[in-house]
């Protein structure tokens, strides 16, 4: 009897019921950050959903890609969060399906500028984040992007490096209200090249920011609006620059590995992700810039947050095919001229 008993157990194990449960687990390669808020707001709570188990892997843009790449023969990721650029750079190497839209049902609450942010279907963009720049009202003036080098002005301005995730974008604005719309970016960096001495530093992370401008070593900087709410804490008048060019920024986007064995569990936690609730929760929580139009959040979460049709509208990315394809020519140019 016990030996029987075994037996059943065993063929219990192999059948279909036993290997559907086991496949039911989806696997998802995401940013590091604020992971403890993304498993209460969004893991868990689709988990409890789908009956399914997540698996999250976390790292940066450069490990995970690197990592699709080399497990292309037989993907063990599933879907993955990762910038436009990286998304293209991902269809270029051939690692992404396209995404079936018609299978979410949120896809139409999203702002159009996250619907397609290449261009080619393959990504669907989920959060994105102004940069502008923050500065001294007290000081100052910014009505364009270019004030940043005007003589009376540059001798107190922190400018990202080239190397920065705001660097290329900064440089993107500047060149805009220089009259220099190129993707190779040479006419701004050779205006911040001309201003060197003068400019207080080029900066590599956002944090040093804060203690600079209470000090007044500095009173502008281009900055991400992810990281404005340190700036609204201090002691002195500080301001969000609305320049006539416009503001820029970045955006995050979903894709769907190619050869997921998973691609209809992939849609659905896209498709939660996407809902109203789950981007509200998380706006509020200031995890991320809610891509759905219809999220709405109280005004001291909007004010730490890229948040509005009309702040959107305003949002003028870099393409993604400009950055990939010019980026080693602008640090090129960048360390030639600025030597940073």
């Known amino acids: 009897m016990k030996h029987a008993l075994i037996a059943s157990a065993a063929v219990l194990a192999l059948s279909p019921i036993a290997a559907s449960a086991q496949e039911k687990t989806l696997t998802i390669s995401v940013y590091a950050f604020a992971q403890?808020?993304?498993?209460?707001?969004?893991?868990?709570?689709?988990e409890a959903k789908c009956g399914c188990k997540l698996v999250v892997e976390t790292g940066n843009s450069v490990e995970r890609l690197a990592k699709m790449e080399a497990n292309k023969a037989n993907p063990v990721v599933d879907m993955a969060v990762v910038s436009m650029a990286d998304a293209l750079s991902a269809t270029r190497k051939g690692l992404i399906d396209k995404i079936d839209t018609s299978k979410l049902t949120n896809f139409d609450k999203?702002?159009?500028i996250a619907k397609d942010p290449n261009?080619?279907?393959m990504s669907v963009g989920y959060t994105f984040y102004a940069t502008s720049i923050a500065y001294r009202s007290d000081k100052m003036k910014i009505e364009s992007w270019a004030d940043l080098l005007k003589p009376e002005y540059v001798g107190h301005v922190a400018f990202p490096n080239v190397t920065t995730n705001q660097g290329p974008p900064a440089l993107y604005m500047l060149g805009l209200a220089l009259g220099k719309d190129t993707p190779d970016l040479k006419a701004p960096i050779e205006a911040?090249?001309?201003k060197k001495d003068d400019i207080v530093t080029f900066?590599?992370?956002s944090s040093q920011l804060v203690q600079l401008m209470q000090q007044e070593e500095i009173w502008a900087a281009p900055i991400g609006r992810f990281s404005w709410a340190g700036f609204t804490k201090l002691d002195v008048p500080v301001a969000w620059a609305t320049p006539k060019e416009g503001q820029t920024g970045g955006m995050n986007v979903m894709v769907m590995t190619k050869g997921s064995k998973n691609q209809d569990l992939a849609l659905q936690f896209m498709n939660f992700w996407l809902s109203t609730e789950i981007q509200t929760k998380l706006a509020e929580k200031l995890v991320d810039s809610p891509a759905n139009k219809e999220v709405k959040v109280s005004d001291e979460a909007?004010?730490?947050l890229t948040?509005?049709?009309d702040t959107i509208k305003n949002l003028k990315l870099i393409p993604s095919a400009a950055a990939l394809d010019n980026r080693a020519g602008w640090l090129k140019d960048w360390n030639d001229t600025v030597g940073q």
């Open 110 to 112: 999203l702002y159009d």
């Open 192 to 194: 911040v090249g001309e």
């Open 203 to 205: 900066y590599e992370k």
């Open 36 to 46: 403890d808020d993304f498993k209460s707001i969004v893991y868990d709570p689709f």
């Open 119 to 121: 261009g080619d279907g």
């Open 302 to 304: 909007a004010n730490n």
């Open 307 to 309: 948040y509005g049709e």
